[in-house]
Nanobody
Framework: QVQLVESGGGLVQAGGSLRLSCAAS??????MGWHRQAPGKQRELVAS???????NYADSVKGRFTISRDNAKNTVFLQMNSLKPEDTAVYYC???????????WGRGTQVTVSS
């Protein structure tokens, strides 16, 4: 099973930026995604991208976050700009044949946005 390892999380002030990376140890599926889970809340899909570069975003992050991937390196990125305190969560990387069928998850990276 493919192993996913996230990096790039941290503490940032509101309005700041972070860039998350997720590296896969093997071949990934058509869809790679970023999800997040805040304390007391369900995990939600933030953004996803297919192998041919088609991307989708949650309404809450449209215009602020950008997902990209490097197919040659089996890596996916999430550029997060104009961060808000409500973006605070653990961010998880995933891969699967579709956004609803997830085969592998990363362990997550904490993002904390202070006001």
């Amino acid at each position: 099973q493919v192993q996913l390892v996230e990096s790039g999380g941290g503490l940032v002030q509101a309005g700041g930026s972070l860039r998350l990376s997720c590296a896969a140890s093997g071949s990934v599926f058509n869809v790679m995604g970023w999800h997040r889970q805040a304390p007391g809340k369900q995990r939600e899909l933030v953004a996803s991208i297919t192998r041919d570069g088609s991307a989708n975003y949650a309404d809450s992050v449209k215009g602020r976050f950008t997902i990209s991937r490097d197919n040659a390196k089996n890596t996916v990125f999430l550029q997060m700009n104009s961060l808000k305190p409500e973006d605070t969560a653990v961010y998880y990387c995933s891969t699967g044949p579709t956004t609803r069928i997830i085969v592998s998850w990363g362990r997550g990276t904490q993002v904390t946005v202070s006001s």
